[in-house]
């Protein structure tokens, strides 16, 4: 998947403007894939190229308290990305299956 990159360039210009231009204590990133994944059998996640280019704009604006939410999977999960070196702190992902999934009888 060299050079294949999940945004456009245009999207990753308005992201890059929103993060450097944001205020805000905590930025909720969305996506329709995982993000933080790269141990998976099947690449239904952000290509590594594509995730260290979000670090550096994350890295380069100097923005905490990132986060990403994401689904596109079949179970929830929370993951920490131990990214200290990249960003300075770990991110954190929070996926979640499709609303009209459930597990069990209820």
Not at 3 to 17: K, S, T
Not at 59 to 74: L, P, T
Request: net charge negative.
């Amino acid at each position: 998947f060299e050079g294949v990159e999940i945004l456009g360039e245009e999207q990753w210009q308005w992201l890059e403007e929103e993060l450097k231009n944001s205020k805000a204590k905590y930025i909720v990133l969305g996506s329709g894939s995982q993000f933080l994944p790269d141990d998976r059998f099947f690449p239904e996640h952000w290509f590594p190229q594509s995730r260290e280019r979000l670090f550096s704009l994350v890295r380069k604006y100097r923005k905490s308290g990132v986060f990403i939410i994401s689904g596109d999977v079949h179970f929830a999960e929370i993951m920490r990305y131990p990214c200290t070196e990249d960003i300075g702190y770990p991110i954190y992902e929070f996926t979640s299956s499709g609303t009209s999934h459930y597990c069990g009888s209820h």
